[in-house]
């Protein structure tokens, strides 16, 4: 009996896990550019699509995606692009020049940091990189996490 209640609550956990996803439309928030200041919803610019892509300067498959990412630039040039990271600011520049160089110097890309670590709970990324293109009214078009981010979103995003 024990071994079935427990196979219950196994069961039930998985499925909850399962069916949590990512919010359907872009979460409040508020993260900081690389200066220290403050960038929310409303400093974000309208009228086009916005890929957030949560990446950690040291993960492989981050480095791989934003080489990727900036080698893919011209098909992203009217896409709204935020590149959000948990790591101090000393760190990014560097991630930058050695694996998408000029990237972060694009008009169409802010580099943010989550100083206040609420990027996870709102977006509920399961793994690094995380990526995710909304509309320009905020609804989720589609979410990828770990490798083949940027192939995905190249399928998505308004030519």
Known sequence: MKLKNFLFVFV???????????????PQFTFFKLDGKAFSNKDMKQ??????????CTCEHCQRESKLLKDNYNQF??????MITLDEAYI??????????GLDAKANVTVLQDRNKTFI?????SKYPAMYLYSPAGKLLVYNSGDG???????????
């Open 12 to 26: 039930l956990f998985v499925a909850l896990q399962v069916k949590a996803q990512q919010p359907t439309f872009l």
């Open 47 to 56: 009228g086009k699509q916005n890929l957030f892509v949560l990446f950690d």
């Open 77 to 82: 040039k009217n896409v709204n692009i935020y």
């Open 92 to 101: 990014v520049p560097q991630f930058f020049k050695s694996y998408a160089p």
């Open 121 to 125: 709970p709102a977006f509920l990324p």
């Open 149 to 159: 981010g940027v192939k995905k979103m190249l399928k998505n995003i308004k030519k």
